[in-house]
Each structure stands twice: as C-alpha cells, then as structure tokens.
T-cell receptor
C-alpha cells in the first residue's frame, strides 16, 4: 500500500485561474480531509468528505470546493486563484468509525504557487 | 474558539540534553490532543495522542487540563529527533475528524 497519494507534486498558476488537486486515500479508508499549509504555519482544515458528501468545512470561501468519488478518491478545486492561495495542500485519509477520532494519514502534499 | 499555541518556532539543543516542546490549547470541553511530526522530506505523521498514554521514540506528553497544556518531553535528545513538531487537537466541538494545528516548532538537535 503506497499510503495516501497526491497529484501533482507541484503546480504553478496565475491569478484568476482555476486549479484541481487530486488525492487517493490509503487502502481501506473512506474519509478524506483537505488541509492548507501556508509557509511557516500549521495545516488549516479546509473540508472533509465522507460517502461522497462534504461532511465538515473549515473557514474557507466558496472558491474552495471538492468532490469525492465512489472509490473514495477526492479532488480539491480552487477557483479565481489569489496570490494568498499559494501553499502546500495536504490530503489526509482515515477510516470513519463512530464518534471518536480516527488517525488521519497524510499525503506528501501538492505545492501550489500562484503568480 | 478552539486554538493551539506553540510559542517556540525553533528549539535548538545538544544531543543528550532534555527536550520540552510547549503546547497550550483553548477548548471548551474535553479535547483529544496529539503531537504530529514531520521529518525532513517525509510526510506529516502521528507521533502520539494523549489517550494512548504511551511513549513513542522516548517522547511522552501529559495532558494538563488545569493549565490547558500538552507539552512534549524527552529526557535525552537524539540527532534523529530533529524535525518539525505540530501539536493538534480535535473533539466534539470541532468535529472529531477535524484537526486544529498549532504553528509548529522546529527541533534541531546538534551533535
């Protein structure tokens, strides 16, 4: 099992463009969370998908949207890119099982640079 | 609001010295606290969580609800401990699967 995989590794876009980042969860996991990590900061929760629906959302504008597919993989879309969207985007997967925390396994991240 | 504070951006120690990475949190209720670690060129990974009460790689962390702290400690630092350390919390108020991270502390262990 390769664990959580993300593509692409790096991406350069210009302001106003749109971007799609992809994530494949660890085998056996059904929940995918996305985090944004700006330089010098800790990861910030964007949203989480379970059973192909957004289950929880952090304090991010509607320009950030996502999707989960039947095979549990996920996409993060960002529209109308701003310079401030430049960051490392982390995907994390877990196996949902009730009302306690289940360990999230992180991918290597996608480095997005907006010029 | 739920918040995690790591006051030190960088902690530099010599091999064999004791280490304490500080973490304070703000949360209404009973959070779950975690330490995540990121070694050079590796992905973020869970080091330990308070409910397991175990020692991982010689590190321990005790949840102090009175002081709202969850400091990470190791009695004798090793060079391979050099990494970025993040304290994080989750709980009913945040949604159990949502992690709230601190800004991280870089630990540098010199020979």
């Amino acid at each position: 099992d390769a664990g959580v995989t993300q593509s692409p590794t790096h991406l350069i876009k210009t302001r106003g463009q749109q971007v799609t980042l992809r994530c494949s969860p660890k085998s056996g996991h059904d929940t995918v969370s996305w985090y944004q990590q700006a330089l010098g900061q800790g990861p910030q929760f964007i949203f989480q998908y379970y059973e192909e629906e957004e289950r929880q959302r952090g304090n991010f504008p509607d320009r950030f949207s996502g999707h989960q597919f039947p095979n549990y993989s996920s996409e993060l879309n960002v529209n109308a890119l701003l310079l401030g969207d430049s960051a490392l985007y982390l995907c994390a997967s877990s196996k949902t099982s009730g009302r306690s925390y289940n360990e999230q396994f992180f991918g290597p991240g996608t480095r997005l640079t907006v010029l | 609001a739920q918040r995690v504070t790591q006051p030190e951006k960088l902690l530099s120690v010599f091999k064999g010295a004791p280490v304490e990475l500080k973490c304070n949190y703000s949360y209404s209720g009973s959070p779950e606290l975690f330490w995540y670690v990121q070694y050079s060129r590796q992905r973020l990974q869970l080091l330990l969580r308070h409910i397991s009460r175990e020692s991982i790689k010689g590190f321990t962390a005790d949840l102090n609800k009175g002081e709202t702290s969850f400091h990470l400690k190791k009695p004798f630092a090793q060079e391979e401990d050099s990494a970025m350390y993040y304290c994080a919390l989750s709980g009913r108020n945040t949604g159990f699967q949502k992690l709230v991270f601190g800004t991280g502390t870089r630990l540098l262990v010199s020979p």
